[in-house]
């Protein structure tokens, strides 16, 4: 191998590298709006851009999708080395209905056992968010992330003026 | 004459004795325990993941249709209330089927209990209703038929989780209230509670019981630490569909430890499957007693007549 051959290797592998970080930073989204619960709270806009920096790599959240590895005990038998996935979205394996009865089914039906007890999108996004925001010093009131439509103020009866203790017979 | 047939009846009335004393035993044996609707649905509340936003009680609320609360649902005062000199939480009645109680072990961050009813396979509240108002559902639900209901409140009595309520304000047709799974408008349907599809932390996983139990011990398994050993409801009172994992002890997030395993039906199984034979045997139990009695008395009477014609018959002398 001559010197112009190496070159030229390590030219290819660097345009490889180039391209396939190019193809994953225009894949990732800047923002990402969580509407789920619009009945009651305003979406969230989720700053992608903000948290994946904050986060040491994207494992902390995307666990073995992204093919950055992971270094969680539980999958690291088998997802040590996994590639990176077609999709790597929340919702792509945490579904929003987690306990429809098509859902339960299927899970039921679960050809991936070491998955069962997948939490649903609501209980990934709470799990992920609050707990690192604990660790973090972040906030974690409700109402810091959510805030609340007319219908939710009605829902959480905001105007309630009774005292406490009214309980009848307790 | 009389003592042949004093005999014969002391006989007859041991053989009836030994018979139903047998009788009841083979009734009480084959009645045996119910071992619950398998595919029955529950849900699985983890108190490692509440973090008593009450969301679920704000949920069952609406749905239910139930009166406006005293204070907003996002008012966390609540958890200070207690009743009875301090003894008692919040629980259950007539307008909150379900209450989020919070306990401060020593040590330990707060933990948030749901309280409702617990479904149980085989409720004590239904078998102490009289007018046969309660029932168990294959779906897993413990319903009840308020048209019947005639608010004796024994249910109120049975329940060992102090769950079932009685509607004091209104005065007339007044019921006992309680949680029933949504049986009539999700469950049958196979939709998961107003409640459950509320909670933003996943506290509550609805599926089927056995399932559930599968998943409660894998979390066990998982997260060596996080809970104790024991899915609360698994056996418990023979075994409920709204099952317990906890961090602590139960007896500290307020769980009676007394009721044990057994179901409360068994502590009266046996005594109500005599019933209907007392019922027809001790008629004629009594009634030969009181034969018995009455011929002791005929002969008293006989004898009391000689003494007086002797008395007489001195009298003359």
Redesign the interface.
């Known amino acids: 191998m001559n010197a112009k051959q190496i070159l030229t290797t390590l030219m290819m592998v660097l345009a490889l590298i180039v391209v396939g970080s190019t193809a994953m930073a225009a894949d990732m989204p800047e923002q990402v709006t969580i509407d789920t619960m619009v009945e009651l709270f305003e979406a969230v806009e989720f700053d992608h851009d903000m948290q994946s920096e904050l986060g040491e790599d994207c494992s902390v959240c995307h666990h073995h999708t992204t093919g950055t590895g992971t270094t969680d005990d ?1 999958c690291i038998s088998c997802h040590a080395n996994s590639d990176e996935l077609e999709t790597v979205a929340c919702i792509n394996c945490h579904v929003s209905d ?4 098509e859902q ?1 089914s299927r ?2 039906q679960e050809i991936y056992q070491f998955h ?2 997948r ?2 999108l ?2 990934a996004y ?2 992920n968010c ?1 707990g690192c925001h604990e660790e973090m010093g972040g906030p974690t009131g ?1 109402e810091d992330c959510h805030a609340r439509t007319p219908e939710g103020g009605v ?6 003026t ?9 | 004459m009389s003592g042949i047939s004093r005999r014969k009846f002391l006989a007859a009335s041991v053989a009836v004795g030994a018979a139903t004393t047998l009788g009841g035993t083979k009734k009480a044996l084959a009645a045996g325990s119910f071992s619950g609707y398998p595919d029955g649905m529950g849900v699985l509340v983890d108190l490692t993941r509440c973090i008593g936003c009450r969301s679920c009680e704000a949920a069952c609320n609406k749905e239910q249709k139930l009166p406006d609360p005293n204070l907003p649902f996002d008012d966390m005062s609540v958890f200070d209330q207690t009743f009875h000199h301090g003894t008692q939480k919040r629980r259950t009645d007539e307008s909150a089927y379900t209450v989020v109680n919070r306990y401060t072990p020593e040590g330990s961050d707060p933990i948030y209990r749901k309280v409702q009813c617990n479904h149980c396979a085989e409720p004590a509240c239904l078998s102490s209703c009289s007018v046969n108002a309660y029932t168990k559902t294959k779906e897993g639900a413990v319903i009840y038929n308020g048209s019947v209901c005639v608010g004796c409140r024994n249910c109120m009595i049975a329940c060992p989780f102090n769950v079932p309520a009685y509607s004091y304000s209104s005065a007339f047709g007044a019921v006992v209230k309680k949680c029933i799974f949504y049986h009539e408008t999700r469950l049958k349907d196979g939709l998961p509670p107003a409640c459950v599809e509320i909670c933003p932390q996943e506290a509550l996983t609805f599926g089927k019981r056995k399932d559930l139990l599968k998943i409660g011990h894998q979390r066990i398994q998982t997260h060596p630490g996080r809970y104790i050993d024991r899915i609360y409801g698994e056996k418990e009172l023979g075994g409920t569909h709204w099952m317990y994992l906890s961090p602590i002890p139960v007896e500290e997030v307020g769980f009676d430890p007394r009721p044990g395993n057994e179901p409360i039906i068994s502590h009266v199984k046996d005594f109500l499957g005599v019933v209907p034979m007392v019922l027809a045997i001790w008629p004629a139990l009594f009634t030969g007693f009181h034969l018995l009695a009455k011929n002791q008395e005929g002969h008293e009477d006989h004898e009391h007549e000689i003494e007086q014609q002797h008395d007489e018959e001195g009298g003359q002398q």
Do not use: M, N, Q, V
């Not at chain 1, 009774?162 to 307790?170: K, Q």
């Open positions: 539980r987690p306990f429809s009865s339960l899970e039921s069962i007890d939490p649903g609501k209980g709470h799990w609050t409700c829902f959480y009866h905001k105007d309630a009774g005292s406490a203790g009214e309980g009848g017979h307790l």
